[in-house]
């Protein structure tokens, strides 16, 4: 399946509706935007990456805030920092290594892979490539992390992707299911996981109770 230019979605929202699909909803649904101590660093950190522009380093080009899309996977954003690595073989092509900055530390989840495999999948499509690899940078260890685009992680980000364009088009935002992660969430205010969840219980509470006298 291919999508139209009009159906394109955010690439980043795939890192989102991993996170939280409610999150992902409140932002690509509802339009809405709240921000944190955490989504500020975040901002400032890609900020500084995206003021870079283009540079040579022999055998690496590096390429800063590159436009990408993918009809495949329905998306289009911007990668952080694309390396171009010259290879030594007889035929010399420079091959893509998509770097992706974040802030914190590597996850438990797969939210940033799949979002670095989707840019991957982009610059395949774009390019007419293959890229086996890539990495992410992360602000709180000051390490990469190499990451494989294998066969289960791309599976993944086009699963994620439809899931993605499914939610979009419905419209609909999923109810609050309360998690430690929402305590650092920057929408846990407009959210309000637990105050929802509460009511959404004594009222399931009650319904139940009417139906038992009723029964009776």
Known sequence: MAYQENEYLAL????????????????????LWEENLFTAQ???????VDRGDQADRGKTRIEYGLPLKSARLGLTGKADVVEFHRT????????PFPV?????????????KVQLCAQ???????????ILSGALFY?????RLEVTFDEELRHKTMETAAQLHAMIESGITPPPEYDKKCD???????????????????STWLQRMVREDITE
Not at 184 to 202: D, G, H, N, Q, W
């Open 184 to 202: 650092t969430c920057s929408f846990l205010s407009l959210c309000m996981p637990k105050a929802i969840e509460k009511k959404r219980t004594v």
């Open 120 to 130: 991957a999948i982009c610059l395949e499509e774009m390019l007419n490539t293959d």
């Open 139 to 143: 602000g709180k260890t000051r390490r």
């Open 100 to 112: 992706e900055y974040k802030r914190g530390k590597p996850k438990k989840d797969l939210s940033d």
């Open 12 to 31: 980043s929202a795939l890192q989102h509706i991993l996170f939280c699909p409610r999150q992902c909803a409140l932002i690509h649904v509802e339009q």
């Open 42 to 48: 975040g901002r400032v950190m890609h900020e500084r």
């Open 88 to 95: 030594d073989s007889s035929v010399q092509k420079w091959v």
